[in-house]
């Protein structure tokens, strides 16, 4: 049985290998307060332990993924108080989580939303998706990668249009058009997150080690430059020679048969 949150719901699906977590605050837009991303932490944290779950996934309620940072927490806070506590920096131990995460995101992705989508593995749509970083409107800028990671998923002409007026948002459409999320799921709420968690089934059918090296490789490509993440995915690349379920992929293929990874 998952652990009791107050601003979550955590719970595993489909026998143990998806573990799904709801933002739950719908009356404040699903804001992020720093309560909530202590759980949220905790919840991926607990989720990319477990041996059973081969991938995790993020959704919001009603009409928001997420409306950005609790504006309502952080409006008194002074320079020294963000330095000192390092506000939102814990934030930064997502990228650490090994298992794939993917974002269903339906409504409001706004702020610290967009950005929190954007530190997932995959992303998902709804018809009702909204992106955007409105800071500037409130006299701040974004503060949990939004600036550097937007430009990389839309170019820095719309990014900076949709940070630097606050204003512009991005539908489903052309967030999908521009490569912000993969694809858009039509119909309703369920209809997405259902999607969501049958391509976490998918992943959940592959060797755990092989799709961690894969994300590590991937995410490789964002943080280090060309040649240095093709030597660092041909070395991962190698890696995968050591694993039986290598061999028994290979083999598989050669017998026309489905792989019967191990480390499933
Ligand atoms: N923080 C705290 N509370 C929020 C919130 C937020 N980010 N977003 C919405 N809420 C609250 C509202 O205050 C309101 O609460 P009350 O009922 O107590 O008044 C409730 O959620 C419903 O919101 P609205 O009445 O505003 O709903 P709406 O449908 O009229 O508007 C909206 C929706 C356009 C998303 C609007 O709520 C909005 O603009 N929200 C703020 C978006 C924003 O600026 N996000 C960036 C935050 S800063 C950030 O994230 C910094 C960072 O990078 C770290």
């Given at each position: 049985k998952g652990k009791e949150y107050t601003c979550i719901q955590a719970e595993l699906l489909e026998g143990g290998a998806i573990g799904l977590i709801t933002l739950d605050r719908p009356k404040a837009l699903n804001a992020l307060s720093e309560a909530l991303m202590k759980e949220v932490l905790d919840a991926l944290q607990t989720y990319d332990a477990d041996p059973q779950v081969g991938a995790i996934v993020i959704t919001g309620k009603d009409k928001a993924f997420a409306a950005g940072a609790d504006i309502k927490e952080m409006k008194d806070k002074r320079f020294v108080d963000a330095y000192a506590s390092r506000f939102v920096f814990h934030w930064n131990s997502i990228s650490a989580i090994r298992k794939p995460i993917i974002a269903a995101v339906n409504g409001y992705a706004l702020g610290g939303g967009c950005e929190l989508a954007m530190l997932c593995d995959i992303v998902l749509a709804g018809e009702k998706a909204m992106f955007g970083q409105p800071e500037l409107n409130l006299g701040t800028i974004p503060g949990i990668g939004g600036t550097q990671r937007l430009i990389r998923e839309v170019g820095?002409?719309?990014?900076?249009?949709?940070?630097?007026?606050?204003?512009?948002?991005?539908?489903?459409?052309?967030?999908?058009?521009?490569?912000?999320?993969?694809?858009?799921?039509?119909?309703?709420?369920?209809?997405?997150?259902?999607?969501?968690?049958?391509?976490?089934?998918?992943?959940?059918?592959?060797?755990?080690?092989?799709?961690?090296?894969?994300k590590e490789c991937v995410n490789a490509a964002y943080e280090i430059g060309l040649q240095e993440g093709i030597k660092k995915e041909q070395s991962?690349?190698?890696?995968?020679?050591?694993?039986?379920?290598?061999?028994?992929?290979?083999?598989?293929?050669?017998?026309?048969?489905?792989?019967?990874?191990?480390?499933?």
């Open positions: 820095k002409s719309r990014a900076m249009e949709m940070i630097l007026t606050g204003k512009h948002f991005m539908d489903a459409e052309e967030a999908a058009q521009k490569g912000l999320v993969s694809r858009v799921v039509p119909g309703s709420n369920d209809a997405l997150l259902a999607e969501a968690i049958s391509v976490g089934k998918q992943i959940a059918q592959q060797s755990k080690p092989v799709v961690a090296l894969a991962l690349f190698y890696a995968t020679f050591a694993l039986e379920d290598q061999k028994e992929g290979m083999q598989a293929f050669i017998e026309k048969r489905k792989p019967d990874f191990k480390h499933k």
